[in-house]
């Protein structure tokens, strides 16, 4: 409980405003609404202000600031800042604010914000106010406070301790350094300690002066706990504090003036306990023989009265606090006096307390209870009787066979109203009723071991019974059977019921070769042991708790099928803390409020039993007292065993995909490598009828998901661009002979996959050629189509599949391949012959480009190139000129370095006007001789010249004609002009063809020229072409081997070793071939 107050701290400010400015009179009109008249002051010079402040004690100042004042003298503000310590509120725009506040200013505020302007001024005269009542008053007030017999803490805004005055030493018995710069908290109970946060935070969030209290129990050096009153006010605003004044109240108990009571003195004479507590359970006072009886229980405590403010429950026993706090509660509750008897194992005999309550507190008289309490017979059986009816086990007493009682236990498990007067036999099974009666008249040794049995009911239900002879036979009258007391058990719930019930459900989960198989049989037994109404198995996910398995008792009249529980979210519920424990449960309705009205179940008890962390077992029942008794760890062991079962599925099922993972990722190995080796035997061919030739073997011997004879047909057919038909030329596989005869037109009207994978470029798939309409959108001729795909049914193949050969945009033509089963061709086997067509298509075009740089004889092209982001036809339009293109280097990135010739003797000029050019990242003098300059140009962007070169042109020469460019290229046979033009075209748009011609290339050296360009590698060649054009071999060397591998874009010692193959390979033909000569 705590109390709050705000407290006003001194008289009014003083403010004075100065300048005579409007902005001066507006601040005067805005802070005349909130202070009085007698507190504001104005000057309008600096003179007048100092007048002012002469005559007044000003606490804040406000003043204009214009920073346009005259540099050469102190502006108004400064002269201000230099005459007092005052604060001083500038007026000025939010750009000159830093200048205001270097010219002395404690704070600036915008001329049109009034609100902020009251605000800012009050709070800047009030803290000058408290700093200078707390430099004048500091001194006086510390000194009180040292010799003050008080104990006073200052904390921050957080409750750590800042100071303390030195009566703490005394008071508790710590000394002030021990507690300074630790948590207040440490010396409060942890109990009352969040009581102590919120009356510091409470204090310190209010203004200046606002107090809270809190009733507490301070901890003292002894080790005692005394209740106290602790006060905190918020002096935070306090330059002489800067803290929360906390002090302790309350904590002495009060006394009479002159130290003499004559009631408590009277009261110390008895020899009975008394003691006298407050509303917090605190001592306010005790006698002599309350001290003592408290010293029988704690032998540390000093032979004195016990100190008022002491906590009476840490100074007793747990049993006997915890009975007088119950009692003490009672009696507040009540208004009426309360007692109790109870035993102390420490005290000699049992003592009785009386509580008295009161408005402010309660008095406890502590007395000896007589030795031998006087019973009636009649309330002795009474509470006998109470006691036999409150048992959860059934009871029973036999005279000889004959029942003459039970309880009410037993009548339910019976299922009965009634089984007085019945014989035995009609009550257990016979072999049952033999041994109890037998039982009967054995020695009390063997009572300890239950004899088990069934009850005679419907169905029968199982029992545990210990039988005990209430008199022996000499003790017995001779006319009086008999008696005998039978304990009755539920033998579902039984140790030997537990060990049956696991033994049965370890065998079948032995057994259950699914984990669903696996919660079946654990919620089956759950149910069936326990007789619970609904037993649901809840399976955890990421999110919430889903049903796996539900069983039902045969006596709700619902089958499993009609129990569909919902999912359950566990979060914020008990479910959440019982599947954290992992302990199995048993809970009243009232803890699981949510969780039933979601599922939709009526229970009175619930049984979770979690299962490791697949989820949890849940049994409700309608009965109050279900579950009693149940033996958790017979549970907790199913869980386990449960558990380990679902972790056995687990792994078995984990073992069996990574069997067949690893059975795929081995198929999928040997088809990749399949597909290695064939793509490296496709580079290998020579020529390109041996490229076909090994695609169709390659394709025709790939494994096919959907059809155990894979590839039944694979064929090759290459496009025939005079006759506008693709035309059969390589296949592997069986009835192959129709290929021989058959053509494929490029117009589409036959509707053929061939035709469409050829001019499309891209996989097509007919899974079924019976039903697959896919073609039927692009077929001219339907008659056509149904001949095609006729002539292919007949012959038994049901589907097909054909991919491109294609290269840049040079199309050679189509692979084919027939199966006899629809739908074979799945996504990995389009993926894989695709990716072999590509390779073919690449190898093709590399023979292709090979034999036209070889032909005897060329096409001469002349095209126009309108591309004027084109290097070198941009090059050549600076120029203004034309360029004879001697070779084309392509480097290793997406530049290249070509040598050429222009016309001119000006080389140094050419040279400067090349290199100008943006797109040019080097340029150098190769050669000058009959009026022309042979120059070496690095460009670092692609060029025309190298994709001429790409796509086995020769670039001869670049003429600039108006607008355009008009290029020279040489092609070699075979390469398709019209492919060719396309791929200008696609790369440099505007590309045209104006001419064409063909001639025989002029006469060259053959055989060990030809033999040499066979031996050399790609990059030799590269390399030897680019040294022999670079000047390499010239005397002098025009350029070093590092600067010609550095416009390959290569290191030098690769270029050296390029080299120097290439030399040996050359001096090979000249030197071998002579000598075999």
């Known amino acids: ?176 350094a ?39 129990r301070l901890g003292h050096a002894d080790g005692t706990w005394r209740v106290a009153t602790l006060s905190c006010t918020n002096r935070l605003a306090d330059p002489a504090l800067e803290g ?235 006319s009086t059977a008999a008696r005998t007391l039978c304990v009755v058990r539920d033998g579902r719930r039984s140790r030997t019921s537990a060990v049956s019930m696991l033994r049965r459900t370890t065998e079948v989960l032995a057994s259950a070769e699914t984990p669903s198989a ?11 042991w326990v007789g619970a109404d609904v037993a649901v198995w809840y399976r955890g996910t990421d999110d919430d708790l889903r049903p796996a398995a539900t069983v039902t008792a045969d006596h709700t009249g619902s089958d499993d099928a009609s129990i569909e529980p919902p999912a359950i979210d566990p979060r914020g519920t008990r479910l959440e803390s019982i599947r954290e424990a992992g302990e199995p449960t048993v809970d009243d309705r009232e803890a699981f409020p949510d969780t039933l009205a979601r599922t939709g179940l009526r229970a009175e008890r619930v049984l979770a039993v979690p299962v490791g962390s ?106 025939d661009d005079g006759r506008e038909r693709i035309v059969p030329v390589a296949w592997a596989g069986r009835d192959a002979a129709f290929l021989e005869s058959a053509t494929v037109a490029l117009d589409g009207s036959e509707g053929t996959p061939t035709h469409a994978a050829a001019t499309t470029r891209e996989a097509v798939v007919i899974d079924d050629l019976a039903t697959d309409d896919t073609m039927d959108a692009e077929t001219t001729d339907h008659a056509g189509e149904d001949s095609w795909r006729r002539r292919l049914r007949d012959r038994g193949f049901r589907s097909a599949l054909s991919v491109p050969l294609t290269a840049d945009e040079f199309r050679f033509g189509a692979l084919t391949a027939y199966a006899t089963r629809p739908g074979p061709f799945d996504e990995r086997t389009r993926r894989a012959c695709t990716h072999l067509g590509a390779i073919a298509g690449a190898a093709i075009g590399a023979i292709e480009t090979k034999a036209a740089l070889l032909a005897d004889r060329v096409t001469e092209l002349e095209v126009v190139c309108r591309d004027e982001t084109e290097p070198l036809s941009s090059l050549a339009g600076r120029l203004e000129r034309p360029i004879d293109v001697r070779a084309v280097i392509l480097r290793s990135t997406d530049g290249s370095t070509v040598y050429c010739s222009v016309s001119g003797d000006d080389s140094d000029a050419i040279r400067s006007r090349v290199a100008a050019a943006s797109t040019v990242e080097s340029v150098a003098i190769a050669g000058d001789a009959d009026d022309r300059t042979t120059l070496e140009i690095v460009f670092a ?26 290029l020279t290229i040489e092609l070699g046979e075979p390469v398709d002009v019209r492919a060719f033009v396309r791929a200008l075209e696609r790369r440099h748009p505007g590309t045209e063809l104006i001419a064409r011609r063909t001639r025989e290339r002029p006469p060259r050296a053959a055989g060990a020229i030809d033999d040499l360009a066979e031996r050399l590698s790609e990059r030799q060649q590269r390399t030897l072409e680019a040294a022999y054009h670079g000047g390499f071999f010239e005397w002098p060397r025009d350029h070093t081997g590092e600067e010609i591998a550095a416009t390959l874009g290569i290191s030098q010692p690769t270029f050296s070793r390029h080299l120097r193959l290439a030399q040996r390979k050359l001096f090979a033909l000249l030197f071998d071939d002579a000598d075999e000569e």
């Open 1 to 176: 409980m705590s109390d709050a107050t705000t407290t006003a701290v001194g008289d009014s400010p003083c403010i004075l405003i100065v300048g005579d400015s409007r902005s001066a009179d507006d601040a005067m009109d805005a802070l005349a609404g909130t202070f009085a008249e007698r507190s504001l002051l104005r000057a309008r010079t600096a003179a007048d202000a100092r007048e002012r402040l002469t005559e007044r004690d000003v606490h804040c100042l406000v003043c204009p600031f214009d920073p346009d004042e005259r540099s050469d003298s102190p502006s108004l503000l400064e002269r201000l800042a230099d005459r007092t310590d005052a604060p001083i509120v500038a007026l000025a725009d939010g750009d000159d604010a830093d200048r205001a506040l270097e010219a002395g200013a404690s704070d600036v505020v915008s001329d049109a914000s009034a609100t902020v302007l009251r605000t800012r001024v009050r709070n800047a005269a009030d803290r000058e106010r408290y700093r200078r009542a707390a430099s004048a008053a500091a001194p006086r007030h510390r000194a009180v406070l040292e010799s003050a017999d008080a104990v006073v803490w200052v904390v921050d805004a957080e409750g750590a301790v800042e100071y303390t005055t030195p009566a703490v030493e005394s008071r508790l018995g710590y000394t002030p």
């Open 178 to 216: 021990e507690l300074e710069r630790t948590a207040l908290t440490r010396l409060v109970h942890p109990d009352d300690r969040e009581a102590v946060r919120e009356a510091v935070a409470t204090a310190a969030a209010g203004p200046t002066g606002t107090t809270e209290r809190a009733s507490v």
């Open 244 to 478: 929360v004044v906390v002090t302790r109240t309350g904590a002495e108990p009060p006394t009479d003036a002159d130290g003499s009571d004559p009631v408590r003195t009277g009261l110390d004479r008895l020899a009975d306990p008394v003691f006298v507590l407050g509303a917090d359970d605190d001592v306010q006072y005790a006698n002599a023989a309350a001290s003592r009886f408290v010293r029988r229980f704690d032998s540390t405590t000093a032979d004195e009265p016990l100190p008022a403010g002491t906590v009476l429950w840490d100074r007793l026993p747990d049993a006997l606090s915890r009975s007088l706090s119950e009692r003490v509660r009672e009696a507040e509750r009540t208004g009426s006096v309360t007692a109790v008897e109870t035993t102390v194992p420490s005290l000699e005999e049992p003592v009785a307390v009386a509580v008295h309550p009161g408005d402010d507190g309660v008095t406890i008289h502590v007395r000896d209870r007589a030795a031998d309490a006087v019973r009636t017979e009649r309330d002795r059986l009474a509470l006998l009787e109470s006691v036999v009816d409150a048992v959860d086990v059934g009871i029973a007493v036999l005279e000889g066979s004959t029942i003459r009682l039970a309880n009410p236990a037993l009548l339910e498990l019976a299922d009965t109203e009634s089984l007085v007067g019945r014989d035995l036999e009609s009550v257990f099974d016979d072999d049952l009723a033999a041994a109890v009666l037998k039982r009967a008249d054995s020695p009390v040794v063997r009572w300890l071991e239950p004899v088990s049995g069934t009850l005679a009911t419907e169905p029968p239900r199982s029992v545990d019974v210990s039988v005990a002879p209430l008199s022996s036979g000499t003790d017995r009258d001779a």
């Open 518 to 528: 696996v919660r079946t049989a654990v919620v089956d037994a759950v149910g069936e």
């Open 614 to 719: 697949d989820g949890v077992v849940l049994a409700t029942s309608a009965e109050p007292t279900a579950f009693d008794g149940v033996d958790v760890d017979a549970l907790a062991a199913l869980s386990t065993v449960a558990a380990l079962a679902l972790e056995d599925r687990d792994r078995a099922a984990a073992l069996r995909t990574c069997r067949h993972e690893r059975n795929r990722l081995e198929t999928v190995v040997d088809r990749d490598e399949r597909l290695w080796a064939l793509g490296r035997s496709l580079l290998a061919a020579e020529t390109r009828e041996a490229v076909e030739t090994r695609l169709c073997e390659g394709v025709a011997s790939l494994p096919l998901p959907a059809a155990t004879d894979g590839v039944a047909l694979a064929w090759v057919g290459r496009v």
């Open 941 to 966: 962007a692609p060029t025309v010249a190298g994709t001429v070169a790409a796509h086995g042109g020769v670039l001869r020469s670049l003429e600039p004609v108006d607008d355009r460019t008009r």
